[in-house]
């Protein structure tokens, strides 16, 4: 084994050979903490995606217009019949040359083809129409939130921005479940208030009291009958 000294001191060169090796079977430290955040960063995001992403309700994907709908729809090369234009209150759109347009129930590709086909029926030649749904038809909010009524959609509406936008609970709300009914539909489903539950155009959402409150409620009539009978019967007690 060979050594040499320096500097006063004795080293030997086998064992600094060993130390090396140790060096270099050891990761650093920075790199063991960097692998075990890269870990725990890749367990995070599966765990959020598993939470927030949820399916989108049956014809999503489609939107059906109804009325309350704005419209955009250009027609190319024809800014005259281009513009905006609302679902009226019976689902029909007026349009240049057009006239009334059935739009309710019907997708923006279906009224696309829609006016397609109508104006080149005797006004263009292989007309080119592109429409967009501009505002979406509002959405009500109603029982128990301090400002019950209609409200303007925005995409991806959930239940709590429902809520916020009417003001939040008021002190009767059962905050851990909500009602929501669907436009088109008779019966309303029950939803937890702490999913992220999208709503959609021309939905209701319905914020009902605990049972505490739906008790009090149904006795404070009686409640309010009985009292003047007890205070007198209090008075005249011997």
Not at 12 to 28: D, E, K
Not at 46 to 55: C, F, H, L, P
Not at 71 to 87: A, C, H, K, W
Not at 148 to 171: D, F, H, K, R, W
């Amino acid at each position: 084994m060979s050594t040499f000294t320096k500097s006063g001191f004795r080293i030997s060169v086998a064992a600094g050979g060993l130390f090396a090796l140790a060096l270099c079977a050891t990761p650093p430290l920075a790199a063991q903490e960097s692998g075990s955040l890269s870990l725990h960063a890749a367990h995070t995001s599966v765990s959020v995606e598993k939470i927030t992403v949820t399916a989108p309700r049956a014809g999503d994907l489609d939107y059906k217009l109804g009325a309350g709908d704005k419209l955009r729809i250009t027609v190319y090369g024809e800014e005259d019949l281009s513009g905006e234009f609302q679902v009226d209150g019976t689902g029909y759109v007026r349009l240049p040359l057009i006239g009334d347009l059935a739009a309710a129930g019907l997708s923006a590709h279906q009224i696309e083809m829609r006016v397609e086909s109508a104006l080149d029926d005797g006004y263009l030649t292989h007309a080119r129409v592109a429409v967009e749904v501009m505002v979406y038809r509002p959405f009500s909010i109603i029982g128990e939130v301090n400002k019950p009524g209609e409200y303007p959609y925005v995409s991806n509406m959930t239940v709590m921005n429902a809520i916020a936008l009417a003001g939040g609970y008021t002190q009767k709300a059962m905050a851990s479940t909500m009602y929501v009914r669907h436009e088109g539909e008779i019966d309303e489903h029950p939803v937890a208030a702490d999913r992220p539950i999208r709503i959609f155009p021309g939905d209701v959402v319905r914020v009902p009291e605990t049972t505490f409150w739906v008790t009090a409620d149904i006795l404070s009539p009686v409640t309010a009958v009985l009292s003047p009978i007890t205070s007198l019967a209090y008075v005249l007690k011997p």
